[in-house]
């Protein structure tokens, strides 16, 4: 291959090895071939001239990114429902993929937003506490059903009394489960513990504490998911980004409003909505708004649009670099 120029590379990632296909600026595909993974980012380096690299987003996406922008490329990911949108094709195969990446990457690329290493961090350390936290649950179910089907009531089964009363059935089912129900909570206390200690050294995190029924593990789960808010032209977008907008049907004149989207994580959403319960009947501002949406549309519909109010204060919020209280919007209307 000639030296000098620059090169869009598009990618179609996977474990053991990925498909590469290489074009000039004029769209002219230079080179295809399968390369494996591991050797992937020397490969791309060691191509001539300014290299533009285009990813689909995978789950083990990070290193492979951090590795190509250390070699000097400009490296882009994509976000894989857009690629679907645009690029929807009858012949589905790695090098289909690769050279749809490739020529996305000549003309118009659906970026993803790539965070910071720290930021990672924190994302992992939310992920790990919703896994046990989600165990957790799993658990409590499982003991319950065992209950049920026997026909055993035993009341406030997770109490310190309850515990006992159920060790006291000598159930084997039912004393596994608790055993590993004690471990999982221990690890829960953990992650809760180690979430505390990074809130109170991370600035955006503590902002968002602030929030009346916001603790520490939303705070830091939303912050972090939100990330660099400056990418968000408005609140509206930050809400659709978390997936608590209105999806929108719209055919010719009419336009119709159905649930919400639900893109984004479905952990947070179910997060922010617990922390809306407990806002309502806490914050007086908050109780007024949901009171006003529930005269018009019930229960459900107005926690999920004190959820909605929640990341659109904690836009505004890290957007201007105010406390809950500093930001007082029940004096301004923040959308």
């Known amino acids: 291959m000639s030296s000098g120029g620059t090169l869009y590379v598009g990618v179609d990632v996977h474990e053991g090895e990925s498909q590469v296909a290489v074009y000039k600026s004029d769209g002219e595909l230079l080179l295809e071939r399968s390369v494996r993974t591991r050797i992937l980012p020397r490969f791309i380096s060691s191509l001539p001239g300014e290299k533009h690299v285009g990813l689909e987003s995978v789950g083990f996406i990070y290193p492979i990114y951090d590795a190509l922008v250390k070699e000097g ?49 924190k994302r992992l350390l939310t992920r790990e506490r919703v896994r046990y936290g989600v165990k957790r649950a799993e658990l409590k179910n499982s003991i319950k059903w065992f209950l049920k089907r026997r026909g055993i009531h035993v009341k406030k089964p997770f109490s310190i009394a309850g515990r006992r009363q159920l060790l006291a059935l000598g159930l084997p089912e039912v004393e596994h489960r608790l055993k590993e129900l004690e471990l999982v909570e221990k690890i829960v206390e953990e992650l809760d513990l180690r979430i505390m200690a990074v809130v109170s050294r991370d600035h955006a995190a503590r902002l968002l504490d602030t929030i009346p ?84 549309k019930g229960k459900k519909k107005a926690l999920v649009a004190v959820a909605r109010k929640i990341v659109s204060y904690a836009f505004w919020m890290l957007k201007r670099n105010l406390t809950y209280e500093e930001l007082a919007p029940w004096k301004n209307d923040w959308g």
């Not at 882009?76 to 020529?103: C, F, M, Q, S, Y």
Request: net charge positive; glycine share 6%.
């Open 73 to 121: 490329c400009d490296v882009a990911v994509a976000n894989p429902n857009n690629v679907l949108l645009i690029a929807r094709t009858r012949i589905k195969h790695d090098r289909v993929d690769a050279r749809v990446l490739g020529e996305l990457r000549i003309n118009f690329f659906p970026k993803s937003h790539i965070p910071s290493e720290a930021t990672r961090e």
């Open 213 to 296: 029924g916001v603790g520490a593990y939303t705070a830091l789960f939303l912050s972090s998911f939100l990330d660099d808010v400056d990418r968000f032209p408005d609140s509206k977008r930050a809400c659709a980004y978390v997936g608590l907008v209105p999806s929108l049907h719209q055919s010719g004149d009419t336009a119709r409003l159905g649930h919400i989207t639900r893109q984004g994580n479905k952990w947070l959403r179910r997060n922010l909505v617990e922390c809306a319960r407990w806002a309502v009947r806490n914050d007086p501002h908050m109780k007024v708004f949901y009171e006003r949406v529930k005269g018009r």
